[in-house]
């Protein structure tokens, strides 16, 4: 390629990278955030979905981040789901996939991004805030359900992201 020799056919997740001038090998990225982890589709009990989601998002963290993929349907969060460094919180649009408080998150936050977490993207998902099934008519500890600590960065909700149901009265 452009007077550079390239090496026989990769393995699987590898990509090309140039060693110099002239030379490039097979390599796993390094420091890229490429993990797909695809969550089950929704179990319909919140300490199922919830327990396969934040599983989802540690092994992407784990590998340096990546896309948590999340099927069709209602999946039911009954504690608060920590996002890290270079996580994209994927649905299938929003009138496709919700993220659904149940009467067990109470007055908690959903989504947490911690202090210094960055590059995190939610997007084409419906982020249904169920205040009236929680017992409350007040935003949840910290703030928001969606808390973003300090010093986070590039925290953004792209394409295709809805709240509902933000109080009971």
Known sequence: ???????????????????????????????????????????????????????????????????????EGTYLISSTKTLGTNICLRGQGK???????????????????NTGQNNIVIRSLKIDMNFAARG????????ADVQIGPNTSAFNFMEDVVFTNPTSG
């Open 136 to 143: 409350t008519k007040t935003i949840p500890s910290g703030g």
């Open 1 to 71: 390629v452009n007077g550079t020799s390239v090496p026989a056919s990769p393995s699987a997740g590898q990509v090309l990278t140039a060693t110099g001038p002239t030379a490039a090998t097979w390599q796993a990225p390094a420091g890229s955030y490429a993990a797909t982890v695809v969550v089950a589709a929704p179990s319909g009990v919140a300490a199922t979905d919830t327990t396969n989601i934040q599983t989802a998002i540690n092994t992407a963290q784990t590998a340096g981040g990546g896309t948590v993929l999340l099927r």
């Open 95 to 113: 009138n496709a996939t919700t993220l659904q408080a149940t009467t067990a998150l109470g007055a908690v936050s959903m989504l947490l991004a």
